[in-house]
């Protein structure tokens, strides 16, 4: 690891990357680019819903519905080859009630919203 070119400080970790480039391939071999372009939309479509009921789970005090609302992402994410949020609601399941577990999820959300040129991971 070398030091910031500018200010000798340690760099800053690196991001995971926010997508599986493997699991694009497949999906794309699977299903057309068409068609994973319309999962993809459906998944962002229903996320505000996942935000919300994982809000409402931690405003309410339960771990179970909160931890089954991060379990729903994590598949889903992991399955659309979205690794850095599959891995964040993974991360997020240990400690399903922390208050910070909705900003880290609409982090990682955030970073999904541009869809990689797709015939470029096939």
């Keep these: 690891m070398t030091a910031h070119a500018f200010t000798d400080a340690d760099p800053l970790p690196a991001a995971p990357a ?3 480039a493997r ?3 497949g999906l794309i071999a699977d299903v057309g680019e ?3 372009r319309d999962i993809l939309r459906l998944f962002q479509a229903d996320l505000p819903f996942l935000q ?3 809000s409402a789970a931690i405003a309410a005090g339960n771990a179970q519905a909160a931890g089954a609302v991060l379990a729903t992402v994590q598949d889903a994410a992991a399955n659309l080859g979205l690794a850095a949020l599959a891995g964040a609601a993974g991360a997020l399941r240990d400690d399903p009630l922390a208050p ?3 900003t880290r999820l609409e982090q990682e959300i955030a970073r999904v919203r541009c869809v990689p040129h797709l015939k470029q991971a096939s």
């Design 18 to 20: 926010v997508w599986d």
């Design 23 to 25: 699991r694009l391939t």
């Design 34 to 36: 068409t068609g994973l």
């Design 52 to 54: 919300a009921q994982l």
């Design 100 to 102: 910070a577990s909705v």
